[in-house]
C-alpha cells in the first residue's frame, strides 16, 4: 500500500538555488474550531496566552488591545521578525498514520516557543505573521526547516516519509513559489518526492493567474500536492480535476459525528470524490477508535488527529516512530 503514488515523479530536488529561507504553517483543529480561513481572521496574535499550540479557539480580535495580560506584555508581531532572523521558531510534526500505526508521512505546524508565553501555535504564529507582513518569509522558513528536518528521517518498512507542508502566502501562481521550493529541496537534499505541498481547499478557486501551470510544473519535477480541510469549502470538483492534487485531506467536520446514515453518506461520497480525482485519502480529525473503526469500513487507510499522536517535536517524531 502507500500513501501517496510514490513511483511518480523524480528524485531530484528542483532546481533554482536563490535566497533560500522557508517556512509553512497549520495546525489540526480541535473539534469545535473553525477552519483556517476563519481562525486567521479570529485568532489574535497579541491575545492572551496567544493559542498555546493547540488549545480551544478564542473570540480575539487580531490587534493588540483584548487583555490586560496582553497589554502588559509587548506586542507580538514585531517579535516574530526577530524570531525568525534568530531562528527561534520551531516546527513540530503530526504524523500521518495507518490504522496499526505505522507512519505514511508526517506534517509540519509551526510553533513559537516564546520565551514568557509559552509555546504558541499557528493560529498565533499566522496571525502574527499577517499582523507584521512576513507571510511569505514565515512560509519559506518553514519549508526550509521541514525539509532539512525530513531529510534525516529514517525511511520505515513502508518506504520513506514525506513531509507535507501548508503554504499560506506562497501559494501556487506566487512568483516566489517555485524559487523557494527548489530552494529548500536542493539546501536540505531533500528528493522533491519526498515534499508534500498542502492547499486548503479555499485556495484553489482563488488561484493566481498561472497557478494551474505551476503546480503541474512543481508536481512534473516531482513534488506532490495535497488538497486540505476538503468537504470545509465549497468544493468545486470540476475545477479540482484540473488540478495535480496526489491527496485529499477530508476535513474533520466530514470525519467526526458520524452517527447518522447521513453523516457516512456524505463521507462516503467524499471519499468518492477523492478516489474519482485518482487522489490518496487522508481523514483528519481521528480523536475516538468508534472514529476509526467506521473509517475503516468506509475503506479509508490513512488518519491523522489525537488517537494517533498530536504534533511532535523532530525527535519526538523519530523516537516514537523508529526505522
Ligand atoms: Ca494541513
Not at 22 to 37: E, F, I, L, N, Y
Not at 93 to 112: G, K, M, N, S
Request: hydrophobic letters at 40%; a neutral charge.
Amino acid at each position: 500500500m502507500g500513501y501517496l503514488p510514490l513511483g511518480r515523479g523524480n528524485d531530484v530536488p528542483t532546481p533554482p538555488p536563490g535566497p533560500a529561507r522557508d517556512r509553512a504553517r497549520a495546525s489540526k483543529r480541535r473539534p469545535g474550531t473553525p477552519s483556517p480561513t476563519m481562525r486567521l481572521r479570529q485568532s489574535s496574535c497579541a491575545g492572551p496566552r496567544a493559542d498555546r499550540a493547540e488549545a480551544a479557539p478564542r473570540r480575539g480580535r487580531s490587534s493588540a488591545r483584548t487583555s490586560t495580560t496582553a497589554d502588559a506584555e509587548p506586542p507580538l508581531a514585531p517579535q516574530l521578525a526577530r524570531a525568525l532572523r534568530e531562528d527561534a521558531l520551531a516546527v513540530h510534526y503530526q504524523p500521518i498514520v495507518t490504522a496499526d500505526h505505522a507512519l505514511l508521512a508526517a506534517e509540519a505546524l509551526i510553533r513559537w516557543p516564546h520565551p514568557t508565553r509559552g509555546l504558541l501555535g499557528a493560529d498565533t504564529v499566522l496571525a502574527c505573521a499577517a499582523e507584521a507582513g512576513l507571510e511569505v518569509e514565515l512560509d519559506e522558513w518553514v519549508l526550509h526547516t521541514a525539509a532539512r528536518q525530513a531529510a534525516d528521517w529514517p525511511a520505515t518498512s513502508l518506504g520513506e516519509v514525506p513531509v507535507s507542508v501548508n503554504l499560506s502566502a506562497l501559494t501556487p501562481g506566487h512568483p516566489e513559489l517555485a524559487t523557494a521550493v527548489g530552494s529548500a529541496l536542493a539546501a536540505a537534499g531533500l528528493p522533491s518526492g519526498r515534499l508534500v505541498l498542502e492547499l486548503v481547499e479555499h485556495g484553489p478557486p482563488a488561484l493566481l493567474p498561472g497557478a494551474r501551470q505551476q503546480m503541474q510544473e512543481l508536481a512534473r519535477g516531482g513534488v506532490r500536492w495535497a488538497l486540505d480541510d476538503f468537504g470545509s469549502g465549497h468544493s468545486n470538483l470540476a475545477r479540482l480535476k484540473g488540478l495535480p492534487f496526489d491527496v485529499v485531506k477530508l476535513d474533520r467536520s466530514l470525519t467526526t459525528d458520524l452517527a447518522g446514515p447521513r453523516d457516512t453518506a456524505v463521507l462516503h461520497a467524499a471519499t468518492s470524490a477523492a478516489g474519482a480525482l485518482d487522489c490518496a485519502v487522508v481523514a483528519e480529525g481521528i480523536e475516538t477508535r468508534s472514529q476509526l473503526d467506521h473509517l475503516q469500513a468506509l475503506g479509508i487507510r490513512a488518519y491523522q488527529g489525537w488517537l494517533f499522536a498530536p504534533a511532535l517535536p523532530d525527535h519526538e517524531l523519530r523516537d516514537r516512530f523508529p526505522a
